[in-house]
Each structure stands twice: as structure tokens, then as C-alpha cells.
């Protein structure tokens, strides 16, 4: 870090820090409490304790459960359709066993989680079928149960098996681990299913040569690509009867079809309510290659088109090649120039702020944020200054964010600049969809609060968001509250 930038870091965190206290007075100096790493006041969101995050003018967010009541490592939430009960994927961690917990949002402090399903392998997706029941993913299989039945375990149906699980064979004979081995999915309104197939590698393994394509993408179906299931005439997907009689030869049941491939970990995605209507928007947002520099690659948006590439592990940002591919690129037959190769090649819709990480995105259609209605709204996860944000955008009539002309800003934690102008290594400036910030200043300060890490999301059927922190273990609830001054420069 440049002495600059440090001090740029040390003067966001003491800027802060002061705005904060001289914002909440006494009661700041005095928080009866913590919770999560949370130093809590008597100020409610609503029915929770509010968080002092930088929010939007009108929000609020409030901490509704947290490591204190049990929770380990969320990754989803949705609400149980009727009910005012949530299902939660908590994962448990990367080498420990997940589990469903149900959500009481009304019981007491401390009562309001309560497991329904154990033992559940990098448990990760949930999602509402088009037959109002839950779904929910683990590292190699989809499956719905009942969470309010006495025993929801013995509810549980399979109805995809086989995915690839932590390790895959990319190359006959070796084994290879699984970098991204988690399986977000999303329906559409026809009931089809569409799931991540995240890369095995950040760039690719084997290495990369000037004669091989990246054998990973060569897999048969592709791995780094959205694998979609069709269910019958009526959009329901039958169970699974029973586990393949020799588990260790692992066949995906029902059989997939590659949607489009070329993407390295597709942790978050959006289908508009009318797709797959044509002309509606089916949404990704990338997670892009982890490369040392905090402001390259950009993450993206990405318009999803059956049988599109859209880039992994040869493209980046809107037409770049990956370095050690470029000699790759020019002598190929079958991959040459692909990152300029229109008709093969698509390339991002937007880009998104760098290394901000994507794991949630979804369509505001709820009624407590009316501002917010059809807009797409986005969670950006990532450790870098570009991360630990909540970003709402503006969409035409297909679902699609609208492009604004460059320059384009995106903000930073605890830089040198507050903004940064969206660009690639070869323009210093291109258009891009402009995202508001709803939830904007969530980096780390002591004695207030922990860098927050935002995962997946819901709306709630009275309107408000609610979502999940892995790093701090915490359910929280985006309401709205009194627009109030904004606080004087000190």
C-alpha cells in the first residue's frame, strides 16, 4: 500500500468514526451493547436494532439475528410463500456441514432460528418454485422439502443429481479441485432451471499452452457455463427416485443442457418476471478472474443468450485477452480472435465496480420502496474497495440496466478518490449502467462496525429486504425511515 493510500484508508475510517459519533450523540459513546461486532443504541429500523451503515437517504438497516443466536455461515434466505417464516441456508463454512434453519422473524431474541435439515454439503441456492415450494442446492444436487411439515427431512425430493461436486476430472485420469464448487440456480416462469457450473480454477489448470483451449471449457458439458433443466408439460420436476446404484460414477440426472458457457462463477442471477419471453432480460453477474491489481478486471452484467461464449478464461472487461492467452488467440482455429468474434463472442452488457464479487441479484417488485419498483438490484460481496456495497439499477421495459455515456463512476472505500471512472487497459473511460448505492458505506471501523459481506436476498411480502452476511453471521432488513438532515462537513 502506498503511503497515500494509507492515509487516505486511516482518514476514511477516522472521518467516519467522527460523523458517526457527532451523528448519534451520547448514545454512541455509550452502546449498551454488541451483537456481531455491532455496537448497538436504543434507534430502531423498524422492529430491530438499526445499524449505523452508510444507507441511502430514507433506509434503515436493522440486525435481526446474528452469531449470538447460532448462525454460522448464511448464504440465502426466502421467505416461505403465506407465511411470515424464512428458510435460511446456513452453509455452515467451507469444510464444515450445512443447515436449513427456519426463521421466526416476530419470536423473542435468541428463539428465532430453528433447524429443519442437517448435514448438508456446501448447502448454498435457495429458491421459490413456480409450485410455491422451497428449493434448495448442496455441491451436487437440487432438492425441495417442506420446512413447516413436523419432519421436513422426510419431505426431501431430489430432483437434480450428479452435478460436479468438490473434485472434477478435467483431464482422463487427474483429478483437479474444485474452486467453485457452489450451485446457486434460479427458475424462470415456465419452471426451467437454470444452474451454475462455476470454473474449477480462477484462470485455468492445466495450464494454459499456445495449442490447447482450456480443458475445462472443452468438458463435456462445459464446466464455467449456466447448465439449464427442462421439466415436463406443467413445469414441475418430477423426484428422483433413488441414488444411482454405483455412486463414484457420477451421471447428472436429468440430463442438462449447456445455456451458455464462458463464465467463471455465475453467483448471481435474475430472471425478468416475462422471460423467456423474447427480447426479456435473463441476467449474470461475473465474478472475474482474481488478478493482483484492485481495480482490474471489472466484474460484469451480462446479458445471457443461449449458446453465447462470454469470454472464460480468454476475455475480460469488454474485449481484452488474458495475457497468457494471446498468443492462443492468434493461432487457434477453433478459439482465434474470439474476444473480437461477434457472432461467437458476447460481450459484457455492463461492467460492474472491480473484484466487487456479484452473489445476489434480483428485480425490486415489492411495494414498501416504490423508488426501487422493477429496478434490479445487485450485492456486491467483495474484500476490495470496490465491495461491501448494495447497488440498485435503472432498467428499461425488458429488464435490461440502462447505459449511461462515459465517464461513468462507481464508488471506493477508503481510497484515495472516493469514485472511479469505469475503464479497461486499452479506454480510459467507457459507458456503463450507473448504479445508485442503497447500501454504500460498510467498510470496517472500530468500536461501530464490522466490514459487512452481503450474500443473498429477498423481498419480503411486505416489501422490505432482507439479507444475509457471512462474515458477520447476520440476518438483516433494509426498511425505510424519515429522510433526515445531511450531516455538515466537520
Known sequence: ?????????????????????????????????????????????????????????????????????????????????????????????????????????????????????????????????????????????????????????????????????KEVTIVAGKKVGYSHPLKHFVFDRTGRLYVNIGAPSDGCDPAPSESKACAAGEASPPLAAIWVFTPPAGGIFPKLEKPPANPKKREVSPKPEVYAEGLRNSMALATHPQFPDPGFAFLQGENARDLPDAFKPNEEINALERGKHYGWPYCYDLKTAIPEYTAFLKTNEKYRDLCNDTVRYKPPHSLMPPHGAPLAMFYYLGAKFPELKGQLIVGLHGYRPAGSRVLAYEVDAHGFPKLSLAPVQYGVSCGPEPTRIYATDSEAQVDAAKGTELISGWYSVKGVRPRGRPVGMTVASDGAIWLVDDQNKTILRIDTEPASDPIKPL
Open 1 to 165: 500500500m502506498t503511503m497515500r493510500a494509507f492515509a487516505a484508508a486511516i482518514a476514511c475510517l477516522s472521518a467516519a468514526t467522527l460523523v458517526l459519533i457527532a451523528s448519534e450523540g451520547p448514545r454512541a459513546e455509550g452502546a449498551a451493547r454488541r451483537k456481531s461486532g455491532y455496537a448497538l443504541t436504543s434507534d430502531m429500523c423498524g422492529p430491530y436494532p438499526k445499524l449505523r451503515i452508510g444507507m441511502r437517504s430514507g433506509y434503515c438497516i436493522g440486525l435481526a439475528a446474528g452469531k449470538e443466536d447460532g448462525l454460522q455461515f448464511p448464504r440465502s434466505i426466502v421467505q416461505i410463500p403465506g407465511t411470515r417464516f424464512f428458510v435460511v441456508a446456513d452453509m455452515g463454512g467451507w469444510g464444515a456441514p450445512g443447515r436449513l434453519r427456519l426463521f421466526d422473524p416476530q419470536a423473542a431474541e435468541g428463539k428465532r432460528l430453528k433447524d429443519l435439515i442437517t448435514g448438508l454439503e456446501l448447502l448454498h441456492g435457495l429458491a421459490v418454485g413456480i409450485d410455491g415450494r422451497i428449493y434448495a442446492s448442496t455441491v451436487d444436487t437440487i432438492f425441495r422439502f417442506d420446512p413447516l411439515a413436523p419432519k421436513p427431512a422426510d419431505t426431501r425430493e431430489d430432483i437434480v443429481r450428479g452435478l460436479p461436486g
